[in-house]
């Protein structure tokens, strides 16, 4: 998954439109990334109390947060984005209440989270030092 931080103003149509135009939610709680669109779904209906297909982007996370799944609809039907790491783990924001079940995130957390930008040490140090490994 790469995701640039790419400014937009209106919410472009096509496929693969991520930008931020977008309404950001972040599920939480661990999840399990065997499950796809339809039981992706079902959490956003059943537990975060959202319609999946009203347009926004669903997060979720595996336990050992290291996987990733987006849930978007967009014209045309329902798009899910995934991203597995080879080491490290991703972050959370930094206004993300613990004990919240979900909560809206900026375009730009998104971003910093899925990129490994995000100033904690459990969920930068040991991604950075991977990519240092290979650019030498």
Same mark, same amino acid.
């Given at each position: 998954m790469n995701l640039s931080l790419r400014q937009s103003s209106s919410h472009q149509a096509g496929m693969f439109s991520l930008n931020d135009s977008l309404r950001y939610l972040l599920y939480n709680r661990p999840t399990?990334?065997?499950? &796809?669109?339809?039981?992706? *779904? *079902?959490?956003?209906? *059943?537990?975060?109390?959202?319609?999946?297909?009203?347009g926004d982007v669903y997060i979720f996370m595996n336990k050992s947060r290291n996987r990733i799944k987006l849930l978007h609809w967009e014209p045309g039907g329902m798009?899910?984005? &995934?991203?597995?790491l080879e080491a490290g783990t991703f972050g959370q924001p930094s206004n993300m209440e613990k004990e919240a079940i979900s909560g809206s995130i900026e375009w730009?957390?998104?971003?910093?989270?899925?990129?490994g930008i995000i100033e904690r040490p459990d969920s930068r140090r040991q991604r950075l030092e991977s990519l240092k490994k290979l650019r030498k």
């Open positions: 399990d990334m065997r499950k &796809s669109f339809h039981t992706l *779904g *079902g959490i956003v209906t *059943g537990t975060m109390g959202a319609d999946p297909c009203n798009v899910l984005y &995934s991203k597995l730009r957390d998104l971003v910093l989270i899925v990129e």
